[in-house]
């Protein structure tokens, strides 16, 4: 006995619905595994930038080396300076056969704090070498003055063990502050110009000139 299919109305309908559901199903599908969309770049054109100055910063400032200028009176009184100095630092010399230079480091009440060098402008001899023998002290001192501004004397501390004590006991702690200028170079300085107003002596010390204005 052979089975053959019957189809009536109602699976003809139910076939077709069936076909045109697997097709939408293939349809969203192949939607679904679609390529995804390229969107290409979108150019713009920017503003063009205005120019920015830029301001280097300043540099800094060079720093100052400090130097004393004296008042008019030390100008005016510079030969009776170094007279005092002379006949104190090198005591044994006619202060006419001296020279000396001074820097002021401090002043309190009546008293002028300085630092100074003196060098006698007649050699004591001559060395082995044969170069003449000049006493050059290189010393901090006190310059006493009185009411008017004159020199009354002038004080230096002692040698050997009693330098230190005297130090202290005769200049501020400020002052002490700046000798180590004097040790370290800043005198040999004044005893060059001392040396060249030996064959100068119209000359004045340094620290004249260096309250006289430069044409």
Not at 97 to 105: A, G, K, Q
Not at 154 to 163: K, L, Q, R
Not at 181 to 196: I, N, Q, T
């Amino acid at each position: 006995m052979i089975w053959r299919p019957t189809f009536n109305k109602h699976h003809l309908l139910f076939l077709f619905i069936f076909l045109t559901a697997c097709g939408k199903q293939a349809d969203a599908l192949q939607v679904e595994t679609s390529s995804p969309t390229v969107i290409p770049p979108v150019l713009t054109t920017l503003a063009p930038t205005q120019p920015v100055t830029i301001t280097p910063s300043p540099l800094p400032t060079q720093p100052i080396v400090p130097f004393i200028t004296p008042d008019s009176i030390q100008v005016e009184r510079w030969k009776e300076y170094e007279d005092a100095l002379a006949r104190t630092l090198l005591s044994f010399r006619p202060p006419e056969e001296v020279i000396c230079e001074w820097e002021l480091l401090g002043r309190s009440e009546q008293k002028v704090y300085v630092w100074a060098v003196c060098t006698n402008i007649i050699s004591s001899g001559t060395s082995l070498d044969g170069t003449e023998i000049f006493s050059s002290p290189s010393i901090p001192a006190v310059i006493h003055l009185g009411e008017d501004g004159s020199v009354q004397n002038v004080e230096i501390p002692g040698a050997g063990s009693d330098y230190a004590r005297d130090i202290s006991q005769m200049f501020p702690p400020d002052v002490q502050k700046e000798f180590n200028r004097y040790h370290f170079g800043r005198a040999r300085e004044m005893l060059e110009h001392a040396a060249w107003r030996r064959t100068h002596p119209e000359e004045p010390p340094l620290i004249v000139l260096s309250a006289t204005p430069m044409p």
